[in-house]
């Protein structure tokens, strides 16, 4: 079993930088993707950004240019920086960890609320 904590979040104005970091606890050698996700009242989850154990990165085109996924092995931890945040990054973001085996966690969850 692998356990994720999440932290970071909370409320920010629009234009503000928010960051969120996601600590697993399985080792860095059997992950194999992790990444953030995010979901607002009433709709799907949606992929915002995913870095591979290759360090490639995607991102959602909402987000492409304001917010950048990284990585620090060492500390098996998944950081989200978000900037020039907007009303409709608004959610709760979550974070996701693929192992090499296929087996797929979540972490609990953390509010984002962009407003003014």
């Known amino acids: 079993q692998v356990q994720l904590v999440q932290s970071g979040g909370g409320l920010v104005q629009p234009g503000g930088s928010l960051r969120l970091s996601c600590a697993a606890s399985?080792?860095?050698?059997?992950?194999?993707?992790m990444g953030w996700y995010r979901q607002a009242p009433g709709a799907q989850r949606e992929l915002v950004a995913q870095?591979?154990?290759?360090?490639?990165?995607i991102y959602a085109d909402s987000v492409k240019g304001r917010f950048t996924i990284s990585r620090d092995n060492a500390k098996n931890t998944v950081y989200l920086q978000m900037s020039s945040l907007k009303p409709e990054d608004t959610a709760v973001y979550y974070c996701?960890?693929?192992?090499?085996?296929?087996?797929?966690?979540w972490g609990q969850g953390t509010q984002v609320t962009v407003s003014s």
């Open positions: 870095i591979t154990k290759y360090d490639s990165t």
């Open positions: 996701r960890v693929l192992l090499t085996n296929g087996n797929i966690y």
């Open positions: 399985a080792s860095i050698l059997s992950i194999y993707t």
